[in-house]
C-alpha cells in the first residue's frame, strides 16, 4: 500500500515531457506579452513626452502608472487565484491589460492615458503571481528552477518586440498603433482556456480530489502512456488536511519572516529594475547624447541579449542554489550601469556595459521568479506572491518618480547611488533567505508549518 505513490508524488515522478512543454509555452507566452504591453510606454515615451509637452515630474508619473495598477492587481488577483483557482484568474488578467492597452491609442491626454495605463497594471500585476504559482505546482523539482528562472526571458522578448514595433512602425507611424497592437494577447486567453488544466495542488488544497485525479491521470495517459492504480493514492490525498488560508496568514509565526524577505526582495529588485529603466532611452539621450533611433537599436539588442541571463540563470539556481544567484546578479547588474554613464562615450563600450548590465538583470529575476512561489505553502501561495510583489509594484509606481526628482536636482549620479543601495538590500535580504534547491513543495511546506507550531 506505502509503495503507491500520492497524486503529489506522481506528478514530480513523470518525466519533463511535450504536455509540461504546451502548458509551460502557454504560460510563456503570457510573460512575454506583459514585458511587451508594459515597455510599449518607455519606447514611445519620447513621442508621447512631445505630443503632451510633459516635464520629467509628469513623465515619471504616467511611466509609473501601470505599476500603482500592479500594487492593486497583485494583490487583488493573488487572493482571487487562491479562491477560484490559477486557470480563471490567469484568463482574466489578460483580457484586462489586452484591452486595456489598446484603448490606449485613443488617448486624448496624458492624464487619461495615466487611468488607462494603471488598468493594464491591474492586469499585469495579477498576471504574475497566478503564473508563477501555476508553474512551480505542475513543475518537478528537479527542473522547476531552470524553467522558473527561464520564464524571465519571456519578459526580455517581449521588451525587445515592443522596441522594434517603436523603431520600424512607431517612428513612421506614430505611437498610438503600437498600443493598438497591445490586443494580441487575448490569443494567449483563448488558447489558456483550450491547454490548460487547473492546478492539482490547487484542487486538492480545495478538497476536490475527484478532479484532481482526473488530471493526474489524463496527465500520465499523455505522457507516459500508462494509466497507474490510484485507488491508495486517491485515499492517501483523501487524508490529508484541507486548509483554508487567507493573507491573513502571511503574517503568522513561522511565515512572518518569509514575508518580510521577499517584500524586501520584490521592493529593491523591482527599484532596480523598474524606477531606471523606463528612464534609460531619456538617459541614454541626453548622458551619452545618442539619437533616439540608436538608442532604440541599442535597447532592443540588449533585450534580447539579456535572455542569456535568464537561461544561465536556470541552470545556476538549479546548481548553485537560488540566494547566491539572485545576490550577486543583482550586484553585478548595477555596477555596469553604473560603469555606463560613468565610463559611456564610446559607442562599443557602451553596448558592451548595457549588454553586461541587461544579462545579469535578467539573472536577477530568473532568481526571484524561481524563489518566491517556492518559499510559500501552496495554500497561499499565489498570494503570497501577489502580495511580495504589489509591495515591489508600488516602488516601482513611486520609483520613476523618484528618479526624474533626483535626476532634476543631481544628475545621474544620485539615481545611480540609490540604486546601488537597493541592490545591496536586495543581495542581504536574499542571503538571509532559506534555500529551496531541489526540494519538493511539500518539503519546504511541511518545514514552514513545523516553523509555526513552535
Given at each position: ?235 492517501m490525498e483523501q487524508a490529508q ?43 541614454i539621450q541626453r548622458e551619452l ?147 529551496t534547491k531541489g526540494l519538493m ?14
Amino acid at each position: 500500500m506505502s509503495s503507491t505513490p500520492s497524486l503529489i508524488s506522481r506528478l514530480e515522478l513523470l518525466p519533463f515531457t511535450s504536455w509540461h512543454v504546451r502548458v509551460t509555452i502557454v504560460c510563456f507566452l503570457g510573460l512575454l506579452f506583459f514585458g511587451f504591453n508594459n515597455y510599449m510606454i518607455s519606447a514611445s515615451m519620447p513621442q508621447i513626452v512631445s505630443d503632451f509637452g510633459l516635464g520629467d515630474v509628469e513623465t515619471g508619473l504616467l511611466l509609473g502608472a501601470s505599476f500603482l495598477g500592479m500594487f492593486f492587481g497583485a494583490l487583488l488577483f493573488g487572493e482571487v487565484a487562491d479562491r477560484i483557482g490559477r486557470r480563471l484568474t490567469f484568463q482574466y488578467t489578460i483580457l484586462i491589460y489586452a484591452l486595456s492597452t489598446a484603448l490606449i491609442a485613443a488617448s486624448p491626454n496624458w492624464i487619461f492615458m495615466f487611468l488607462l495605463r494603471f488598468m493594464v497594471g491591474l492586469g499585469l500585476g495579477g498576471l504574475i503571481p497566478v503564473t508563477l504559482a501555476y508553474l512551480s505546482e505542475y513543475l518537478p523539482a528537479r527542473v522547476r528552477g531552470r524553467i522558473m528562472a527561464w520564464s524571465i526571458s519571456m519578459f526580455s522578448l517581449g521588451i525587445a518586440l515592443s522596441y522594434a514595433l517603436t523603431l520600424f512602425i512607431g517612428l513612421n507611424y506614430g505611437w498610438r498603433w503600437i498600443f493598438v497592437s497591445g490586443i494580441t494577447p487575448i490569443v494567449v486567453a483563448l488558447l489558456a482556456r483550450i491547454i490548460l488544466p487547473e492546478s492539482v495542488r490547487y484542487l486538492l488544497k480545495k478538497g476536490e480530489i475527484k478532479k484532481a485525479l482526473e488530471i493526474v491521470e489524463e496527465i500520465e495517459r499523455r505522457t507516459v502512456g500508462i494509466r497507474v492504480l490510484t485507488q491508495e493514492a486517491t485515499r492517501m490525498e483523501q487524508a490529508q488536511d484541507v486548509v483554508e488560508l487567507g493573507i491573513k496568514s502571511l503574517f503568522a509565526h513561522g511565515t512572518l519572516r518569509i514575508t518580510i524577505t521577499f517584500s524586501l526582495i520584490w521592493t529593491a529588485v523591482c527599484f532596480v529594475c523598474y524606477a531606471i529603466s523606463p528612464w534609460l532611452l531619456i538617459f541614454i539621450q541626453r548622458e551619452l547624447k545618442y539619437p533616439v533611433t540608436t538608442g532604440l537599436l541599442y535597447l532592443t539588442a540588449t533585450a534580447l541579449i539579456g535572455m542569456i541571463g535568464t537561461f544561465t540563470s536556470g541552470f545556476l539556481c538549479d546548481y548553485l542554489g537560488r540566494r547566491i544567484t539572485l545576490s550577486y546578479s543583482i550586484i553585478i547588474s548595477v555596477a555596469f550601469l553604473y560603469m555606463l554613464f560613468v565610463l559611456g562615450g564610446n559607442p562599443s563600450l557602451d553596448l558592451l556595459f548595457l549588454s553586461l548590465q541587461s544579462i545579469f538583470l535578467a539573472s536577477t529575476w530568473g532568481a526571484v521568479y524561481a524563489f518566491t512561489p517556492e518559499s510559500f505553502p501552496t495554500e497561499v501561495r499565489a498570494a503570497a506572491v501577489g502580495f511580495c510583489s504589489s509591495i515591489g509594484r508600488l516602488v516601482s509606481f513611486i520609483g520613476p518618480t523618484i528618479v526624474g526628482l533626483l535626476y532634476t536636482m543631481g544628475g545621474i549620479f544620485p539615481v545611480l547611488t540609490v540604486n546601488m543601495i537597493m541592490a545591496i538590500i536586495a543581495m542581504v535580504a536574499a542571503l538571509a533567505a532559506k534555500e529551496t534547491k531541489g526540494l519538493m513543495l511539500e518539503e519546504i511546506t511541511k518545514a514552514t508549518r513545523l516553523h509555526q507550531r513552535y
